[in-house]
Nanobody, 126 residues
Framework: QVQLVESGGGSVQAGGSLRLSCAAS????????MGWFRQAPGKEREGVAG???????SYAESVKGRFTISRDNAKNILYLQMNDLKPEDTAMYYC????????????????????WGRGTQVTVSS
C-alpha cells in the first residue's frame, strides 16, 4: 500500500506560480512511477505530468513549458512546479502512484495508476 498526501495548492492570479508537493509513504518510493492529474468541475480527470524513477517527465500539451515534475527520492516527495498559471489551470490536483514502470506514452493515463491522494485545490484568477 502507498499513502499519498498533496499540499501546496492555493489561489493565485494569472501569471503566478505554485509548487505542489506529494508526500509518499508505505512502499518503496524509488520503485514507483508517479504522476499528477487534475480535475475541474464538470470535466474529466486529465493527466498533467508523469515521471518514472530516474527518467524525464511526460507532460500534457497544455502545460508543456510551464509545469515541471520532479521527485526527491531521499525525502519520498513528488513535486509539480507550476509557472505562468492560467485560469484554465484551475482544478483539483491529484498525485498518483504505480508500483511499476509505466511506458512513456501511457504515463498520463489515470488507468495506469493504483494509488491516489485526496487532492489539493488550485485556483487561478484572471
Amino acid at each position: 500500500q502507498v499513502q499519498l498526501v498533496e499540499s501546496g495548492g492555493g489561489s493565485v492570479q494569472a501569471g503566478g506560480s505554485l509548487r505542489l508537493s506529494c508526500a509518499a509513504s508505505g512502499n518503496s518510493y524509488s520503485g514507483l512511477c508517479m504522476g499528477w492529474f487534475r480535475q475541474a468541475p464538470g470535466k474529466e480527470r486529465e493527466g498533467v505530468a508523469g515521471m518514472a524513477n530516474g527518467g524525464s517527465g511526460s507532460y500534457a500539451e497544455s502545460v508543456k513549458g510551464r509545469f515541471t515534475i520532479s521527485r526527491d527520492n531521499a525525502k519520498n516527495i513528488l513535486y509539480l512546479q507550476m509557472n505562468d498559471l492560467k485560469p484554465e489551470d484551475t482544478a483539483m490536483y491529484y498525485c498518483a502512484a504505480a508500483p511499476r514502470t509505466i511506458p512513456l506514452m501511457s504515463r498520463l493515463g489515470s488507468y495506469e495508476y493504483n494509488y491516489w491522494g485526496r487532492g489539493t485545490q488550485v485556483t487561478v484568477s484572471s
